[in-house]
């Protein structure tokens, strides 16, 4: 995010009805929301945490020890019990079971 003068882009009568509200601060004028974006989308970051859960269910299924996990990993056994438990969740609800 970057700052623009509001003088280079906006008209003055506009300019003068913001300074009704805010005069001489800073404005954060946030995105239209059907322009937002959600955190790790541009990255790529919200796809990979999502195969690395994946990943670590996967395992636990196939026998491997929490602590394990968490070494592997280099998360907290909290984490790791977490992600454990919000991938049974989300297995559930996508199988239509109650």
Known sequence: MKYIN???ILPKDIIKVIQEYV???YLYIPRR???QKRWGE???SREALKRRNIEIYDKYLKGAKI???SE???LSDKSIRRI???QKKFILKTSGDP
Do not use: Q, V, W
């Open 33 to 35: 929301e059907e322009e």
């Open 42 to 44: 541009e990255s790529g």
């Open 84 to 86: 454990i438990s919000d």
């Open 6 to 8: 509001a003088h280079k």
């Open 23 to 25: 005069d001489g601060e």
């Open 72 to 74: 592997e990993y280099y």
């Open 67 to 69: 602590i394990e996990l």
